[in-house]
């Protein structure tokens, strides 16, 4: 068979197995989008408790994500430039939200920052609690959410040739400076597509938010509530909703933020 004969067939297995794994995402957004009834879908966008939920659950990821950025960021370019005991450790411990199940996640963010837990018994004389209120739905995003904006920006600082922050503290710069000036423009739009997979995953999250903080409810318990109490009719118009808007603002800041490169 000749060469280009092969290539193609290549091209085509492949092409064929991806298009699958595409249409395996886009199938169930789809039906949900396209089930929902016109009328029933609109009357969501009047349903003041679904804007709220909707509004609360883009706000508590966004304050996650700044939280993180924060701190991650940081942690984020130790782990990409410096080599020290016990760094593959630390990587171990950014991971492990990934693989606990995020129910267990919301039962041991309860013995912590519960009423009764290790930092919110010591907070709560101050009046500073965690459970039903945004700062817990905050923590829970946070904790499920940060692999993602540690991660993508730890390779994208790493993708950064150490030689340009080399030039720039010959030439008199702090280190301080060369991280801001040198290093972070040329990662940022690493950490910022970080940024914007921890946020979408943050809007997303359920299992660890109910346990900590189910009032008020984000978007995700509100949609669960509704499905449990009056079946798949009342809840499809609130999950349409919030898939759309997830789609929407989740494209916006692709496009103009993340723009494709040329080639």
């Known amino acids: 068979m000749p060469m280009s004969q092969k290539s193609r067939l290549f091209d085509l297995v492949f092409s064929t197995?991806?298009?699958?794994l595409a249409l395996f995402v886009i199938l169930p957004?789809?039906?949900?989008l396209f089930s929902a009834a016109p009328r029933a879908f609109w009357q969501a966008f009047a349903d003041p408790e679904v804007l709220r939920s909707v509004g609360l659950t883009f706000g508590a990821a966004a304050i996650a994500t700044a939280l993180a950025l924060v701190s991650g960021v940081p942690l984020a370019y130790l782990l990409a430039r410096r080599r020290f005991r016990g760094r593959r450790l630390v990587e171990a411990v950014v991971n492990l939200p990934v693989v606990v199940p995020h129910t267990a996640a919301g039962v041991a963010l309860l013995?912590?920052?519960?009423?009764?837990?290790l930092i919110g018994s010591a907070l709560a004389p101050l009046g500073v609690t965690f459970t039903d209120n945004l700062a817990g739905i905050v923590v829970a995003m946070l904790f499920v959410s940060l692999p993602f904006l540690v991660n993508t920006a730890r390779d994208a600082f790493a993708l950064v040739d150490e030689e340009y922050e080399r030039v720039a503290l010959t030439d008199g710069a702090s280190h301080w400076q060369a991280f801001y000036l040198v290093t972070l423009p040329l990662a940022w739009r690493g950490v910022l597509g970080g940024a914007l997979m921890m946020w979408a995953r943050g809007i997303s999250e359920f299992g660890a938010v109910v346990i900590l903080a189910y009032h008020p409810k984000i978007a995700p318990v509100l949609v669960w509530e509704r499905f449990e109490g009056f079946?798949?009719?009342a809840a499809l118009p609130a999950a349409a909703l919030l898939v759309l808007a997830a789609l929407v603002v989740f494209a916006i800041l692709r496009l103009i933020l993340l723009p494709e490169r040329e080639s």
Do not use: D
């Not at 197995?17 to 699958?20: A, F, N, P, T």
């Not at 957004?29 to 949900?32: R, S, V, Y």
């Not at 013995?111 to 837990?117: D, K, P, S």
């Open 231 to 233: 079946g798949l009719t």
């Open 111 to 117: 013995l912590v920052f519960g009423r009764r837990g």
């Open 29 to 32: 957004l789809a039906a949900i």
């Open 17 to 20: 197995l991806g298009s699958l």
